[in-house]
Every structure is written in C-alpha cells, then in structure tokens.
C-alpha cells in the first residue's frame, strides 16, 4: 500500500472513528492492540468501515476534518 489513506472505524460499541495513516495494515492493527488511540482502545474490537486513498498527508489531513465535521448520518452514508 502507497500513498495516505483517511479512514473511518467501527467501533465495538457502534461509535465511529475517523482518522489518516500512510499505512493501513499497521495502523489497525495498532488500533486493535490498544495502542493508536485512547478513543479506540476502550471501544475494541474495530473494524474498518471506509477508506480513501489521498495523494498527500495534507490532502488527507483536509479530508479527515472534512469527515469530522458531517453529522453521523452522512458518514453512515460514506460507510455505503
């Protein structure tokens, strides 16, 4: 995998997590182990629900506050 990726997060609980890493794999798994978050390490297991492939860590950067800032049901929508 190349390039930065903004991706949302299932949690356990049914709350979502929004974030950008350059790697994916990684970057869940850390998530799953507790380690990537405080958000996440008390909502665990997640799972991915969307990504995105961005050309830059700015673009996604951009795009993640994007995300943020949409009311849950639009990001249920992305999730689609």
């Not at 974030?19 to 994916?24: A, H, P, S, V």
């Not at 990504?51 to 951009?62: I, L, V």
């Amino acid at each position: 995998m190349s390039g930065w990726y903004c991706y949302m997060l299932e949690c356990a609980d049914g709350t979502l997590y929004t974030g950008i890493t350059n790697d994916l794999e990684k970057r869940l798994a850390a998530h799953n182990s507790g380690t990537a978050s405080k958000y996440t390490r008390s909502r665990l297991p997640v799972k991915i629900a969307f990504t995105e492939t961005q050309p830059d860590r700015a673009s996604a950067s951009r795009r993640e506050l994007e995300i943020k800032r949409l009311p849950r049901s639009a990001k249920l929508d992305l999730m689609r």
